[in-house]
């Protein structure tokens, strides 16, 4: 079982940056794929990043929407996985979710994840 806790949402201005961070515990993250996805209200929930096992050097990918903005990041000594948002728009906004899938292959499909953090607000205004 693996616990999920996000921080590091907040209201921020179209330019800006915010680092997300998610906590996990129960269990280790080392041998997971870690996700963020993002849900806009009234929309579904999308994929945002992937970051795989760290022996598998920690293989990343992205949704096109955020490539080149967006950078994902694990610090498997203190289980912790982070996002971190530059260049922000008004169309980041929406709750960010943090997904753990109990697998070495990155995956972007929502239903490929296994445990789901309650999720952080980001707001963005231009």
């Known amino acids: 079982q693996v616990q999920l806790v996000e921080s590091g949402g907040g209201a921020v201005q179209a330019g800006d940056s915010l680092r997300l961070s998610c906590a996990a515990s129960g269990r280790t993250v080392g041998s997971n794929v870690m996700g963020w996805f993002r849900q806009a209200r009234g929309k579904e929930r999308e994929f945002v990043a992937a970051i795989s096992d760290r022996w598998t050097s920690s293989a990343a990918m992205y949704a096109d929407s955020v490539k080149g903005r967006f950078d994902i990041s694990r610090d498997n000594a203190k289980n912790t996985v982070y996002l971190q948002m530059n260049n922000l728009k008004p169309e980041d906004t929406a709750v960010y979710y943090c997904?753990?899938?109990?697998?070495?292959?990155?995956?972007?499909?929502?239903?490929?994840?296994?445990?789901w953090g309650q999720g952080t607000q980001v707001t963005v205004s231009s």
């Open positions: 997904a753990a899938r109990v697998s070495e292959s990155l995956r972007s499909g929502a239903q490929e994840y296994d445990y």
